[in-house]
T-cell receptor, first 116, second 115 residues
Framework: GAVVSQHPSRVICKSGTSVKIECRSL??????MFWYRQFPKQSLMLMAT?????????EQGVEKDKFLINHASLTLSTLTVTSAHPEDSSFYIC????????????FGSGTRLTVV | AQKITQTQPGMFVQEKEAVTLDCTYD???????LFWYKQPSSGEMIFLIY??????QNATEGRYSLNFQKARKSANLVISASQLGDSAMYFC????????????FGQGTRLTINP
């Protein structure tokens, strides 16, 4: 089956530094990747949609300059949290699809970010 | 645009009983897909079942079945013969077939199976 690898699984960083999270589709070409944020005991909130080779589309209220998304190839998307602050601490999870609804969506295992 | 609503924050069920998790959705688009995912405490998202808006039959996958009532815009998940390992968060999600095809989630239901 389709597999998505997400790294790192956990990261602790100091306030003011940047953190990069990688999302790789291992056995399929992901035309579209999605990034979600999840606070404790809450649902997944879609942050942005990225298509290979084009700029990401951010959801309303998501800071583009804070959360940089790059989808350089059909198998790799990265989320960089820039100048991280404690309020950016959260669970971030990516999802990838070969072609949307008909192919389904495969999720990475998530990254727990803690900013101290 | 699409919206998903799950009105049960928590459900408690005895082991071996069946349980129904509610999900309603709202969209004016006729072409869409409905999904259910399970999220254990580890955080991973486990795909359970899918229902397309044009599917005539209700979807089934082992102990999971989806009670799809299109006119009422509901897509309830039924888990038969619940097991202790079913304890987790359950999310209903929806994607439109046209456009960006982004997957939007409901608020989730925390299911606890009691021995």
């Amino acid at each position: 089956g389709a597999v998505v690898s997400q790294h790192p699984s956990r990261v602790i960083c100091k306030s003011g530094t940047s953190v990069k999270i990688e999302c790789r589709s291992l056995d399929f070409q992901a035309t579209t990747m999605f990034w979600y944020r999840q606070f404790p005991k809450q649902s997944l909130m879609l942050m942005a949609t990225s298509n290979e080779g084009s700029k990401a589309t951010y959801e309303q209220g998501v800071e583009k300059d804070k959360f940089l998304i790059n989808h350089a190839s059909l198998t790799l998307s990265t989320l960089t949290v820039t100048s991280a602050h404690p309020e950016d601490s959260s669970f971030y999870i990516c999802s990838a699809t070969q072609g949307g609804v008909s192919y389904g969506y495969t999720f990475g295992s998530g990254t727990r970010l803690t900013v101290v | 645009a699409q919206k998903i609503t799950q009105t049960q924050p928590g459900m408690f069920v005895q082991e071996k009983e069946a349980v129904t998790l509610d999900c309603t959705y709202d969209t004016s688009d006729p072409s869409y897909g409905l999904f259910w995912y399970k999220q254990p405490s580890s955080g991973e998202m486990i795909f359970l079942i899918y229902q397309g808006s044009y599917d005539q039959q209700n979807a089934t996958e082992g102990r999971y079945s989806l009670n799809f009532q299109k006119a009422r815009k509901s897509a309830n998940l039924v888990i038969s013969a619940s097991q202790l390992g079913d304890s987790a968060m359950y999310f209903c999600a929806m994607s439109l077939i046209q456009g960006a095809q982004k997957l939007v989630f409901g608020q989730g239901t925390r299911l606890t199976i009691n021995p």
